[in-house]
């Protein structure tokens, strides 16, 4: 069972536009919410996170909105760039118990066009 | 720091072989953990440590699967017998819990294995 779910599955933006990808959760356990970007042939690395304390995170072009009464949270790319063109994986994990496992969705192929 | 090492980075396998990953953790870090990923399924947790000790292999598809971290700097991952469908790219990853909030989680650049 999908501990988180991501849409969209992939994603096509012309330079300079802005792209929105969606997460959601069920547990509401969850208290850390991380993006990973990954580029082909590399490894996932982490982007930008959020804490539920807080309803917006933002990191230059990045921008976390997090919805804690909807558990929904997404990844805001305010004017994409074709270097953003990566799988973009929004993840959840629940620091407060000791556990730190990530949970993450399925990813999102995003394609910026020059 | 070097960043978690994987090898091999490419293994071509023949059905039935056994396969061996290997995994170098950041030195100081003490959560280890073993990820799959396919086009169909994304990126699976098959199994993490800490402090080298197994925590969660729920992950862990079938007992043709195993994991050992021997000691803080080592890990392995091993398939035997391997079949076409473990055809994945399999990833390292580690991070430090040190009593952080957050914790980011390091990942190597992957095998990719291809059981023919």
Redesign the interface.
Known sequence: QQQVKQSPQSLIVQKGGISIINCAYENTAFD?F?WYQQFP??????LI?I?PDVSEKKEGRFTISFNKSAKQFSLHIMDSQPGDSATY?CAA?K?QTG?????????TRLTVIP | DAG?IQSPRHEVTEMGQEVTLRCKPISGHN?L?WYRQTMMR??E?LI?F?NNVP??DSGMPEDRFSAKMPNASFSTLKIQPSEPRDSAVY?C?S?D?GGR??????????TRLTVL
């Open positions: 850390y991380p042939g590399k490894g996932p690395a982490l996170a804490r994986f994990s620091d556990a730190n496992n990530l949970f993450f969705g399925t990813g | 978690v959560s953990f994304g990126l947790l993490y800490n925590i969660d990833f990853a991070s819990r909030l957050y914790n980011e989680q390091f990942f190597g650049p992957g």
